[in-house]
């Protein structure tokens, strides 16, 4: 499906079912993980579906691997573009060189060293912006422009979203009996492909998503009704300063059952739990559930939880919990 006509519908669970059959042999079918003292600390019962080993490090690899895949001849032979503060970058990158096509990155400036150097090795063509939403876009239009490259949105995109879905589905095939499911939000593209497959097969499981409360767009907009742009947000989680677009925004609003929020604060105490307990390498995004979590323990206490781990691509050289500004 192309860009310009992708927010026309919504997806379907079989959608997400359809996209694992295309790239299950391309992506790594990622290990479920669980700890008995993080349960205790948290007061449930915790499954970490760890998209921090997926190739490139997140769960972005799927989508964009499913976009990729989807291209017919004449458009893959123009390559593909984007805007990404990392992930999606690296993603795309990767899944444009393994089909032996350009990828043409527009990143922000700010953007961590580790995801630069990520989508540079990766073969990707960068092009570097300032970090608003709007020179994001402003500067990918000029670059698909120029080279009449394919957009592959990070998350305005059903293949994207249907390629996200598949780490769900993978978690539920594997763990079947869960109360809920959660997963951290930006531009939605991962809620939504994971609400798309959960509530299609698995309508009795709750998905939930975890936000950052310096970057709480999208628990405004599903509270009241309209989007949100993410302005200004200042929050250790990069990956998850995007705004919902219309897509995602009307996907979350039909099957979501809701987003809760974070401080900063509770990420940062959130992703040294994850590390010194479970030794799992894990970025600031992807410790947003478990901080939702401790921060809103009514809400999962006795409950089988089921967490996207959606990346680990942390910047190592800039540890967010020796850094006393966070808090």
Same mark, same amino acid.
């Given at each position: 499906? !192309? $860009?310009?006509?992708? =927010?026309?519908?919504?997806?379907?669970?079989?959608?997400?079912?359809?996209?694992?059959e295309?790239?299950?042999?391309?992506?790594?079918?990622?290990?479920?993980?669980s700890?008995?003292s993080?349960?205790?600390?948290?007061?449930?019962?915790?499954?970490?579906?760890? $998209?921090?080993?997926?190739?490139?490090?997140?769960?972005k690899?799927r989508? +964009?691997?499913?976009?990729?895949l989807?291209?017919?001849?004449? $458009?893959?032979?123009?390559?593909?573009?984007?805007?990404? =503060?990392?992930?999606h970058?690296?993603?795309? +990158?990767l899944?444009?060189?393994n089909?032996?096509?350009?990828?043409y990155?527009?990143?922000?400036?700010n953007?961590?060293?580790?995801?630069?150097?990520?989508v540079?090795?990766?073969?990707?063509?960068?092009?570097?912006c300032?970090?608003?939403?709007?020179?994001?876009?402003?500067?990918?239009?000029v670059?698909?422009?120029q080279?009449?490259?394919?957009?592959?949105h990070?998350?305005?995109?059903?293949?994207?979203?249907?390629?996200?879905?598949?780490?769900?589905?993978?978690?539920?095939?594997?763990m079947?009996?869960?109360?809920?499911v959660?997963?951290?939000?930006?531009?939605?593209?991962?809620?939504?492909?994971?609400a798309?497959?959960?509530?299609?097969?698995?309508?009795h499981?709750?998905?939930?998503?975890?936000?950052?409360?310096?970057?709480?767009?999208?628990?405004?907009?599903?509270?009241?009704?309209?989007?949100?742009?993410?302005? !200004?947000?200042?929050?250790?989680?990069?990956?998850l300063?995007? !705004?919902?677009?219309?897509?995602?925004?009307?996907?979350?609003?039909?099957?979501?059952?809701?987003?809760?929020?974070?401080?900063?604060?509770?990420?940062?105490?959130?992703?040294?739990l994850?590390w010194?307990?479970?030794?799992?390498?894990v970025?600031? !995004?992807?410790?947003?559930?478990?901080?939702?979590? +401790?921060?809103?323990?009514e809400?999962?206490r006795?409950?089988?939880?089921?967490?996207?781990?959606?990346?680990?691509?942390?910047?190592?050289?800039?540890?967010?919990?020796?850094?006393? =500004?966070?808090?």
């Amino acid at each position: 499906m !192309s $860009e310009e006509n992708s =927010s026309c519908c919504q997806p379907e669970a079989s959608d997400v079912v359809s996209a694992y059959e295309l790239i299950k042999d391309k992506v790594k079918h990622t290990p479920v993980h669980s700890s008995a003292s993080v349960n205790a600390l948290l007061g449930a019962t915790l499954f970490f579906k760890c $998209e921090n080993f997926q190739k490139v490090g997140a769960f972005k690899y799927r989508g +964009a691997t499913h976009a990729v895949l989807k291209l017919n001849d004449e $458009e893959a032979r123009k390559g593909v573009a984007t805007h990404s =503060s990392g992930n999606h970058a690296a993603a795309l +990158a990767l899944a444009a060189a393994n089909r032996g096509i350009p990828a043409y990155i527009v990143m922000p400036e700010n953007a961590p060293a580790i995801k630069k150097k990520a989508v540079a090795g990766y073969g990707g063509i960068i092009t570097y912006c300032r970090s608003t939403q709007q020179d994001r876009e402003e500067t990918l239009r000029v670059v698909q422009q120029q080279t009449g490259a394919t957009l592959i949105h990070p998350y305005n995109n059903i293949n994207v979203i249907c390629g996200q879905g598949t780490a769900a589905l993978e978690l539920l095939d594997e763990m079947p009996n869960l109360d809920v499911v959660i997963a951290p939000v930006g531009g939605g593209g991962l809620l939504s492909g994971t609400a798309t497959f959960i509530k299609g097969q698995y309508p009795h499981v709750k998905v939930f998503g975890a936000e950052p409360i310096n970057a709480d767009d999208a628990f405004r907009s599903l509270r009241d009704g309209k989007i949100y742009p993410s302005l !200004s947000p200042s929050t250790i989680a990069d990956g998850l300063l995007t !705004s919902l677009c219309p897509l995602t925004y009307s996907i979350l609003r039909s099957k979501c059952d809701g987003i809760f929020t974070v401080s900063e604060k509770g990420i940062v105490n959130a992703m040294r739990l994850i590390w010194e307990r479970m030794k799992l390498v894990v970025e600031p !995004s992807s410790a947003v559930p478990v901080g939702v979590i +401790a921060e809103h323990p009514e809400a999962f206490r006795g409950k089988r939880v089921g967490i996207i781990v959606s990346g680990g691509n942390a910047d190592l050289d800039h540890l967010p919990w020796l850094d006393q =500004s966070n808090g």
